[in-house]
């Protein structure tokens, strides 16, 4: 199929459009920080998307997305982005409590809904998510981000006495899970 000099530079412009748009959209001034999800993908989100949105001379960081492109809520970004809060920056300290109220009331509503389900099998800890991890008792986002990292970076659990490696998982909270995980 041969194309002509007209189809050849009108595919080229389309060419050049589409790679304008993608280096704007890549280089874009409206950062979204979020851990967990690639910057592209953050990126092309939504204001409404994030829990709050800083400013700084000429500058915006979105914080804490939790939402997808189309406004659905994302559990297991919720519970990883309230987990693992404290690893973002933040130019303004007001807005890590705004984020955070903001966050723990989409993580309070999910809680509730799953408690009422409760737990119907030993949660394994090798292959658990986020949403299981934290409807074991005394584990909240946090121990379960630090469960999910540690995995992650050691390979499975060979026995579920190996949790109380964690830090924050001490005798304690051991003995009030014990019962509700498995390895297998």
């Known amino acids: 199929m041969y194309f002509n000099k007209k189809q050849k530079k009108w595919s080229a412009i389309r060419c050049l459009i589409t790679l304008i748009v993608f280096v704007l959209i890549l280089f874009d001034q409206n950062m ?13 989100l939504p204001d409404e998307s994030f829990a709050v949105i800083a400013s700084d001379v000429g500058n915006r960081t979105r914080h804490c ?8 809520l994302k559990t297991e970004q919720l519970i990883y982005v309230l987990g693992a809060i404290d690893q973002e920056t933040w130019l303004n300290s007001k807005l890590e409590t705004v984020a955070k109220t903001h966050l723990e009331k989409h993580y309070d509503r999910f809680k ?55 830090d924050g998982i001490g005798q304690g909270i051991f003995y009030a899970i014990q019962h509700y995980i498995s390895i297998d």
């Open 65 to 72: 997305a939790h939402h997808d492109l189309n406004g659905n």
């Open 112 to 166: 509730t809904m799953a408690m009422k389900k409760g737990l119907t099998a030993p949660v394994n800890i090798n292959e658990a998510s986020l949403k299981d991890l934290v409807l074991l008792p005394q584990i909240g986002p946090v121990l379960a981000v630090k469960i999910v990292e540690y995995r992650n970076a050691n390979g499975m659990f060979m026995t579920i006495e190996e949790i109380k490696k964690i």
């Open 32 to 44: 979204g920080f979020c851990l967990g999800w690639p910057d592209i993908k953050t990126k092309l």
